[in-house]
């Protein structure tokens, strides 16, 4: 069964320093999210994205955030510059069309900024 | 503004027994609702997902969820818990905006 994943599974830096997130949707999906959980609270919604385009972005997603699709395989969420509360569990999605009610999440990857 | 609501933030039941993890939400139209369960230091599993159609719906893993639009509810009920059910559960909501909505989650304990 085609499942979404990412990489790397934990991810350990320093205050300040840039991170990527890397995620592999669903093959054949076209629209992409990441969701954010900090230990011991709810999984929050961050952005949307389709078509090369961010679709919606959460108050969390500001300019220290983007995303991108640098080739036809990859889903990537950047950090500039990390800070002591960006430390959360990043869960990638894909969904195969606009409006799927339907998300199919990865396994998370595991932030600690220290 | 939709809105999901789990008021059990920690239930254990005993290996065996019989498991309902409330949920409420907040939406204006007809709500499209999941149950996610989360293992220690794990993703998001979908358990259950309704959308439209009959009104109790089956899940994975033995688990079935029933909507009920008059209490704005979509409680999770599970026979026979078992101690691998052990796990933090969370119920959503599909937002117009493409989005999905958590609740804070219900963690779930299994006395043996």
């Known amino acids: 069964e085609p499942e979404v994943t990412q990489t790397p599974s934990h991810q350990v830096t320093q205050m300040g320093q840039e991170v990527i997130l890397r995620c592999v949707p669903i093959?054949?999906?076209?629209?992409f999210y990441w969701y954010r959980q900090i230990l011991g609270q709810k999984v929050e919604f961050l952005v949307s994205?389709?078509?090369?385009?961010?679709?919606?972005k959460s108050e969390i997603f500001d300019d220290q955030f983007s995303v991108e699709r640098p080739d036809g395989s990859n889903f990537t969420l950047k950090i500039r510059s990390t800070k002591l509360e960006d430390s959360a569990m990043y869960f990638c999605?894909?969904?195969?069309?606009?409006?799927?009610?339907?998300?199919?999440f990865g396994p998370g990857t595991r932030l600690t900024v220290t | 503004a939709q809105s999901v609501t789990q008021p059990d933030i920690h239930i254990t039941v005993s290996e065996g027994a019989s498991l309902e993890l409330r949920c409420n939400y907040s939406y204006g139209a007809t709500p499209y609702l999941f149950w996610y369960v989360q293992s220690p230091g794990q993703g998001l599993q979908l358990l259950l997902k309704?959308?439209?159609?009959?009104?109790l719906v089956q899940g994975i893993k033995g688990f079935e969820a029933e909507f009920k639009r008059s209490q704005s509810s979509f409680n999770l009920r599970k026979p026979s818990v078992h101690w691998s059910d052990a796990a933090e559960y969370f119920c959503a909501v599909y937002s117009s905006a493409s989005k999905i909505i958590f609740g804070s989650g219900t963690r779930l304990s299994i006395r043996p």
């Open positions: 994205f389709y078509n090369n385009e961010i679709s919606e």
């Open positions: 309704y959308f439209s159609g009959d009104t």
């Open positions: 093959s054949n999906h076209l629209y």
């Open positions: 999605a894909s969904s195969g069309e606009f409006g799927s009610y339907e998300q199919y």
